[in-house]
């Protein structure tokens, strides 16, 4: 159970950050944020309310909030980044976030096995290499490192958190519903901090509004992926569950070059096989 929800989260994670990206092209990356996970929060809301999920209220909800807190910081120092390049480099270094949520299942007594050990190193080596890292060109600016660790630090946190947040299925809704208003209400004063600055919250041709189905899709996807990886991760070693679900970069490379029609260089082939792989060996160990 453990392999199948992180490898779910994987492949929502991957999809909705390819959303997410597509949408950045017409619009701000904080705008989709905020829009996305409106969104979700409206959703998962209703879902609440339909399951009675209030009544699972209590201490646990905090680690939702610091986890809606972190999330929004993270994709702005991580987009902050990625405009500062180059991509190639900045990509596979946000992946170093599974370090987070592993380094804690060690600490808090995990042990995996000879194989599982094995699958972890490949499927990371995988990973990397699947964002096509920039060996030779530009040099990369200190900014844009330490931008990136801040953002892999708070994605793995964010990773960490969420799997703290609820023990029940009902419990787990509330927790990732608050998670999401989180999101909102930080990523919306981040949008309203920037705005009174003089960047705009629009692209040039105003909001799409016909890409709303796309704006939910890339919300839905996102807090989806939050929910199977906590429950992967309430299933089976922390340590596992966090490798598996950071595979996303190999389906966000895969989506570009079959919908998009992008061509994988020839170490994200490698990278991709290899992160394959490292999957098989957690998945027989």
Same mark, same amino acid.
């Given at each position: 159970m453990t392999a199948l929800f992180a490898l779910a989260t994987s492949l929502l994670w991957g999809l909705a950050d390819f959303g997410g990206g597509l949408l950045s092209r017409r619009v701000p990356a904080l705008t989709v944020v905020v829009v996305s996970q409106t969104i979700a929060a409206v959703v998962l809301g209703a879902i609440v309310v339909a399951t009675g999920g209030w009544s699972e209220a209590g201490p646990r909800l905090w680690f939702a909030v610091a986890a809606g807190v972190v999330g929004p910081v993270a994709m702005l120092a991580f987009y902050k980044a990625l405009a500062l390049g180059p991509m190639g480099v900045v990509s596979p270094l946000g992946? =170093?976030? @599974? &370090? @987070? %949520? +592993? /380094?804690i299942g060690l600490f808090l007594g995990e042990r995996p096995g000879l194989p599982q050990i094995a699958g972890i190193l490949v499927a990371v080596v995988g990973v990397v290499l699947a964002g096509g890292p920039q060996i030779k060109g530009a040099p990369v600016q200190r900014q844009a490192i330490l931008l990136t660790l801040v953002a892999a630090f708070g994605f793995g946190a964010v990773m960490a958190l969420i799997a703290e947040a609820s023990t029940t299925l009902t419990g787990l809704f509330l927790a990732l519903f608050v998670q999401r208003v989180t999101n909102a209400a930080a990523g919306g004063a981040a949008l309203y901090v920037s705005v009174r600055r003089g960047t705009p919250a629009l692209g040039p041709e105003g909001f799409p509004y016909g890409s709303l189905p796309a704006f939910a899709f890339v919300g839905l996807a996102d807090v989806a992926a939050n929910g199977t990886y906590? =429950? #992967? #991760?309430?299933? /089976? %070693? *922390? $340590? *596992? &569950? &966090? +490798?598996l679900a950071s =595979?996303? %970069? +190999?389906? $966000? #490379? =895969? #989506?570009a070059r079959f919908m998009l029609g992008e061509r994988l260089r020839t170490v994200q082939a490698a990278g991709a096989g290899l992160a394959l792989a490292g999957t098989l060996l957690l998945a027989t160990g």
């Open positions: 992946s =170093l976030s @599974v &370090a @987070v %949520p +592993v /380094g906590s =429950l #992967a #991760a309430q299933h /089976g %070693p *922390v $340590t *596992v &569950a &966090a +490798v =595979l996303y %970069p +190999v389906i $966000t #490379a =895969l #989506a």
